[in-house]
């Protein structure tokens, strides 16, 4: 069992591992990608500002031959519209990730004097015929002389000066020169600090990680064990129960309020309910066997003598005695059956014919119809007579169905009867009624009724009232717990009360079929 524990220790503290391990990788890849992001785009932001310097000392007429492009660690190219490189960094040996991977500019050439001035300079930076002008150059997209572009596009590539290799961040950036068109400045800013960061953060993680799913491991296994101890405690306590068959013992109960306590609170009434049934069952046997140890002793006796003298033979007592014997088995095993959970057949009974029938064989049964208000209105005598139902102005008002099996309900009639003849001083009257959506049938005497402190008590197995009374005149004390059963495994119930005569008064109510 504790190699069951321990795999549920293990099992938790897995999940839970895995479950932290899945976040702290989401997390850090996203902390990872966002740390990248942001330092790139500063990389950016510089490579732009470079480009831009150098754009501007273009559009401020400086030569290109004369810019100032050797700041340490920055690649800087600057195209013409032809493509031509035109200027480079100083020790500038290898790039990509620009619009070329020239490294040599050509020479500048000497621009041919023009008599015309500033007219040529006009007509070389976009003339009238090809949508120069401030107004075009805005609405096609073509920069006007002097005019730096606002985009920069960005790209990542990488370069070498003076031996020196290294990633980029390169911005790209058009100027209109005045005279000469439209050049392309290429700046890049480094990428090693950015990916020297993101390599740290990388490092950190890697080693800080797996420190963390640890400790998590070790918080978890420590909390389930501790959280699982009072389990191992209810197993071992159910484990000495089951070994000692000690039904008297209890689990022990935290005082969590958590559903481990709420399991032990079960248990402990799952035992005490076993208890009861076990206890039960145990009496059950007992006063089974001193039953049947009188009728058996008796009916030997009588054998016995017969066969020593044949003319002392009690032929009607044996007979007695095991016809009481056969009533009395026939009653243990309707009770067995019931204990055992054995439900009712699934069929329609006519309460009201079924009432008649039981009555009909039985001396000083009166049958009465209940009317609308509760009274009786006799109808017929016991030994004859139409059943219940028949008499103007009952409500019964047509057949009494209730839903279960006929010869389970005829021994319940038959057991209430026969109690109410043991108990009657001259009749006993049984009825017949609907009352909503439930049929009652009620059986009364005029003897002397049942106190009310023992109201409940009858209805238990083996139990006699007057134990002076003999055992063939009151039988075994198994009739009306039998009816009880019989009466809740159809839905119904059972009870006991003063009748109309003082005696006592069973009312029986089951629920109507359909």
Known sequence: ??????????????????????????????????????????AGTE????????????????????????????????LAEDGTLVAASEGLERISGTATDQVQ????????????????????????????????????????????????????????????????????????????????????????????????????MLIGFPLLLGIVAGVTWLVTRRALRPVEGIR???????????????VPEPETHDEIARLASTTNETLAALEASVERQRRF???ASHELR????????????????????????????????????ADLLLL??????????????????????AAAGREGVRVVAATAGGSAVETAEGAGGDPVGGAEGDSVGGPVEVAGSRGQLERVLGNLLDNGRRHARSEVTVSVRRDGDQAVVEVADDGDGVPEADRERIFERFVRLDDARSRDDGGAGLGLAIARDVAVRHGGTLTVGTGPAGGARFTLRLPLAG
């Open 105 to 204: 500019p050509r020479p500048e050439p000497t621009p041919a004097p023009s008599p015309t001035g500033d007219d040529d300079d006009d007509d070389d930076g976009g003339g009238s015929g090809d949508g120069s002008g401030d107004d075009d150059g805005g609405d096609s997209g073509v920069l006007g002389p002097g005019e730096i572009s606002d985009e920069a596009p960005r790209s990542n590539g990488s370069a070498t000066i003076d031996g020196q290799s290294g990633d980029y961040r390169f911005a790209e950036v058009e100027v209109a020169v005045p005279g000469q068109g439209t050049f392309t400045v290429f700046a890049g800013a480094p990428l090693a600090a950015e990916q020297n960061a993101v390599e740290t953060a990388l490092k950190v």
């Open 285 to 287: 046997v007992a006063d």
């Open 336 to 357: 067995a059956r019931l204990d055992a959970g054995e439900k009712p057949l699934d069929g329609r009974v006519e309460l009201a014919a079924l009432v008649g029938e």
């Open 1 to 42: 069992m504790s190699r069951v524990f321990a795999s549920v220790r293990a099992r938790a503290t897995l999940g839970a591992t895995l479950v932290v391990a899945v976040a702290l990788a989401a997390a850090g890849a996203a902390v990872l990608f966002s740390l990248y992001a942001n330092l790139t785009n500063q």
């Open 47 to 78: 490579a732009e500002r470079a480009a831009r310097e150098v754009a501007a000392d273009l559009s401020g007429g400086l030569p290109y031959r004369e810019l100032r492009l050797d700041d340490e660690g920055t690649p800087t190219q600057v």
């Open 236 to 250: 071992r306590e159910m484990a000495e129960i089951t070994a000692s068959a000690d039904l008297t013992r209890r």
């Open 294 to 329: 009188s009728p058996i002793a008796s009916l030997r006796t009588q054998l016995e003598v017969g066969e020593a003298h044949p003319e002392l033979l009690d032929v009607p007592g044996a007979v007695q005695d095991t016809v009481r014997l056969q009533h009395l088995a």
